[in-house]
C-alpha cells in the first residue's frame, strides 16, 4: 500500500512541476510586460483627455461654419442666377 501512494504521490508531483512550471513563467511574463504608471501619467492622461474634447468641439464648430458657407454660397449663386434672369436680352445680334 506504501508503494502506491508513493508512486501516486511521484506522479501528482510530476504533473504539478510539469503544468505548474511553465504556468508560473507565463504568468511572471505578463506581469513584467505590464506597464508600471506613474505620478505624472495620471495626470498627462487627463490632459490628453482634455485635448481630445477640445479638438471635437473644434471640429463640430469648423462644421457648423462650413454648413453656413455652402448656405451663404447657395444664396449668392441663387441671386447672381435672378440678375441674370432679370436683365434685358440682347435681340439685335
Known amino acids: 500500500m506504501e508503494e502506491v501512494i508513493a508512486i501516486g504521490g ?3 508531483t510530476a504533473i504539478v512541476l510539469g503544468l505548474g512550471i511553465p504556468l508560473v513563467r507565463s504568468w511572471v511574463r505578463r506581469k513584467e510586460r505590464e506597464p508600471v504608471v506613474g505620478p505624472g501619467e495620471a495626470e498627462r492622461d ?3 483627455a482634455r485635448i481630445e474634447h477640445a479638438v471635437e468641439a473644434m471640429a463640430i464648430e ?3 461654419i462650413a454648413e453656413g458657407q455652402r448656405f451663404v454660397t447657395k444664396l449668392l449663386a441663387g441671386r ?3 440678375a441674370a434672369a432679370a436683365l434685358p436680352k440682347d435681340t439685335t445680334r
Open 80 to 82: 447672381a442666377e435672378q
Open 46 to 48: 487627463a490632459r490628453l
Open 62 to 64: 469648423v462644421e457648423r
Open 10 to 12: 511521484f506522479f501528482f
